[in-house]
């Protein structure tokens, strides 16, 4: 799956079921199978007509430089400035797709959610932390998470979902219910190393590209 023409070849639904598989994979390594889905969806979703639901250009076009900025190589450029930003490209990548999820995943739960997160009236956002109401803001994507997997998600993606969270659970060495727990701490722990940040933004990018598919795929 190296290459782009293999991914061309698959059905929607198998794509859409890739990211589960991926996770497996980057206990490893991110490998050439990460980078080549994670630019395939970057194309898919910015050729898709997202009239019907409300995901603004904003987030397909960060979600595509966050997926520049894993595929930029140090070596690219001859300017010393673009060069140092390059070398970073692993902690700047960590800073941008968090928000990227965040914003994919309220707009996943726009019946729920708005995109500042306040919980609209009349719904309830189930957490793992209780159920939030009219009034409490959502600021963990996390929650979000949650939420999908047990109520506002498709069958076919709640079960995406889990595997997903089985992933994390068995790659982070966590506990049962407490993967979007370990997610929520994502935000700024690349400072505790490279390693671990190319990890993390792997992990939050194949989340992102999950629910960009099933969007696509639930139209």
Request: with cysteine; hydrophobic share 35%.
């Amino acid at each position: 799956m190296h290459n782009k023409e293999a991914l061309t070849d698959l059905d929607d639904e198998v794509l859409f079921q890739l990211p589960a598989q991926l996770i497996n994979i980057q206990k490893v390594q991110i490998t050439a199978d990460h980078t080549t889905f994670w630019k395939y969806t970057a194309e898919r979703v910015r050729d898709f007509d997202f009239t019907e639901t409300p995901i603004s250009g904003d987030v397909v076009e960060h979600f595509e430089t966050a997926v520049s900025l894993v595929l930029v190589r140090s070596n690219a450029t001859t300017d010393e400035h673009v060069r140092k930003i390059v070398q970073k490209s692993d902690a700047v990548a960590s800073y941008l797709v968090y928000p990227v999820l965040e914003g994919v995943a309220k707009r996943y739960c726009h019946e729920y959610v708005s995109e500042d997160g306040a919980v609209k009236e009349g719904k309830t956002v189930v957490t793992y932390c209780g159920d939030k109401e009219f009034g409490d803001e959502i600021n963990q994507v996390g929650y979000l998470l949650h939420h999908i997997e047990n109520v506002a998600g498709s069958d076919a993606l709640r079960e995406e979902l889990y595997k997903m969270r089985v992933g994390v659970r068995e790659f982070y060495d966590t506990d049962e219910n407490e993967e979007y727990g370990v997610i929520n701490g994502f935000r700024n722990s690349w400072l505790h190393g490279e390693d671990e940040a190319k990890a993390e933004y792997g992990t939050i990018l194949s989340y992102t590209a999950l629910l960009l598919w099933a969007m696509m795929l639930e139209k």
